[in-house]
């Protein structure tokens, strides 16, 4: 028996009309990489039809995109990184974004049909990708004749879902600085970003990128103006019960010791699925109702929690994040990010759509 990742096709839907009521006139580049985080990436884009673009990382993302007969505009955060690949993008409506100079060579080199559309990319302080001392002027003047106007300007923010973020406000204004004088399309803000800045900066905002708040998880802890809704929920079938007596040890290791006498359910997923071995003796899971803790190790395709004295049958399907588990607070407990677990899901897992 698998775990399942149930994916919400509707909440999808709903959650990006959301940000379209918030965001009100931006364009919406909605982020699908990684495999749609971790949702399917073919199913989310056709959930997320109304998006004007989708952006993804490497151009193999936006290759499989096309061939799947996906036909809305592709952004290419990663851009290209030889000259087949930038001919590649000018053939096939895939927007790259230009963030180093080693691009700019091969844009000059490559021989394009018709100018393409692109984006270039600025570092204002994440200090990952994108242009640092370039001056946009000159920038242009390299590529001018290869691009199809409006350009794009873009910047990352690095602690926008920070609680105290006292940084964005200077990438801003780094940015304002950068784009004076150009009628180039802007985009600055990630979720978060749209959560705390697109009401004071909306003329930074012709494009938006949204990709977590998609999926219905908010960035940010205190928010409560946006009404989003979990797009995914992980569940595992019970493959077992036992009783098991006071004194006892479950898993491996020992980890935990039983208080009392209780009855525990063995489920069918494990760290080989992606879930991760950190939330042993931490987590928990969610069936009718009750919430039952995780006791012991999580081994590659099991995991124990203690049910007490309620009945759960096996095969019965028992969530361990999703509408009664915020996947943010499961997270939090394991100092890391809602990312990182969609993301981190195995192919063992089936993917149900709803
Ligand atoms: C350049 C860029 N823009 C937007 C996003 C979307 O960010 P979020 O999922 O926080 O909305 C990402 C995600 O990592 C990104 O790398």
Same mark, same amino acid.
């Given at each position: 028996?698998?775990?399942?990742?149930?994916?919400?096709?509707?909440?999808?839907? *709903?959650?990006?009309?959301?940000?379209?009521?918030?965001? /009100?006139?931006?364009?919406?580049?909605?982020?699908?990489?990684?495999?749609?985080?971790? *949702?399917?990436?073919?199913?989310?884009?056709?959930?997320?039809?109304?998006?004007?673009?989708?952006?993804?990382?490497?151009? /193999?993302?936006?290759?499989?995109?096309?061939?799947?007969?996906?036909?809305?505009?592709?952004?290419?955060?990663?851009?290209?990184?030889? %000259?087949?690949?930038?001919?590649?993008?000018?053939?096939?409506?895939?927007?790259?974004?230009?963030?180093?100079?080693?691009?700019?060579?091969?844009?000059?080199?490559? /021989?394009?049909?018709?100018?393409?559309?692109?984006?270039?990319?600025?570092? $204002?302080?994440?200090?990952?990708?994108?242009?640092?001392?370039?001056?946009?002027? =000159?920038?242009?003047? =390299?590529?001018?004749?290869?691009?199809?106007?409006?350009?794009?300007?873009? $910047? *990352?923010?690095?602690?926008?879902?920070?609680?105290?973020?006292?940084?964005?406000?200077?990438? %801003?204004?780094?940015?304002?600085?950068?784009?004076?004088? $150009?009628?180039?399309?802007?985009?600055?803000?990630?979720?978060?970003?749209?959560?705390?800045?697109?009401?004071?900066?909306?003329?930074?905002?012709?494009?938006?990128?949204?990709?977590?708040?998609?999926?219905?998880?908010?960035?940010?802890?205190?928010?409560?103006?946006?009404?989003?809704?979990?797009?995914?929920?992980?569940?595992?079938?019970?493959?077992?019960?036992?009783?098991?007596?006071?004194?006892?040890?479950?898993?491996?290791? *020992?980890?935990?010791?039983?208080?009392?006498?209780? $009855?525990?359910?063995?489920?069918?997923?494990?760290?080989?699925?992606?879930?991760?071995?950190?939330?042993?003796?931490?987590?928990?899971?969610?069936?009718?109702?009750?919430?039952?803790?995780?006791?012991?190790?999580?081994?590659?395709?099991?995991?124990?929690?203690?049910?007490?004295?309620?009945?759960?049958?096996?095969?019965?399907?028992?969530?361990?994040?999703?509408?009664?588990?915020?996947?943010?607070?499961?997270?939090?407990?394991?100092?890391?990010?809602?990312?990182?677990?969609?993301?981190?899901?195995?192919?063992?897992?089936?993917?149900?759509?709803?």
């Amino acid at each position: 028996m698998n775990g399942n990742i149930i994916v919400n096709k509707k909440n999808l839907i *709903h959650n990006l009309s959301e940000i379209k009521k918030y965001t /009100k006139k931006s364009k919406i580049m909605s982020v699908i990489k990684s495999n749609g985080y971790g *949702h399917g990436i073919l199913e989310v884009a056709a959930a997320l039809k109304d998006s004007d673009a989708f952006a993804v990382a490497t151009i /193999k993302e936006a290759a499989y995109l096309r061939k799947c007969n996906i036909e809305k505009e592709i952004v290419c955060l990663q851009g290209f990184s030889n %000259i087949e690949e930038c001919v590649y993008c000018s053939q096939s409506n895939i927007r790259p974004v230009i963030h180093s100079l080693k691009q700019v060579n091969i844009i000059e080199e490559a /021989k394009l049909k018709k100018p393409m559309k692109v984006w270039i990319k600025f570092d $204002t302080g994440m200090n990952r990708l994108g242009f640092k001392e370039m001056n946009l002027e =000159k920038l242009m003047n =390299k590529i001018e004749n290869k691009i199809q106007p409006p350009v794009g300007i873009m $910047t *990352h923010l690095a602690c926008a879902d920070e609680e105290n973020d006292d940084f964005s406000q200077k990438q %801003i204004e780094l940015f304002k600085n950068i784009i004076k004088n $150009t009628e180039a399309e802007l985009s600055i803000f990630n979720s978060a970003g749209i959560i705390k800045y697109i009401e004071e900066y909306h003329d930074l905002g012709d494009w938006v990128r949204p990709g977590l708040m998609l999926y219905g998880v908010n960035p940010c802890s205190n928010d409560k103006s946006l009404n989003i809704k979990p797009a995914m929920s992980l569940t595992a079938p019970v493959i077992s019960t036992k009783k098991c007596k006071k004194g006892e040890r479950i898993g491996y290791g *020992h980890t935990y010791e039983f208080i009392k006498d209780t $009855t525990i359910a063995s489920l069918g997923i494990g760290y080989g699925d992606g879930f991760p071995r950190e939330l042993s003796n931490v987590g928990k899971v969610f069936f009718e109702d009750n919430f039952f803790n995780i006791i012991g190790r999580v081994s590659m395709d099991i995991l124990m929690v203690d049910i007490g004295d309620n009945k759960v049958d096996i095969g019965a399907n028992v969530e361990l994040w999703g509408d009664n588990i915020n996947i943010k607070e499961v997270s939090d407990l394991i100092n890391t990010i809602p990312y990182e677990l969609m993301c981190g899901l195995g192919e063992r897992l089936q993917r149900k759509y709803i």
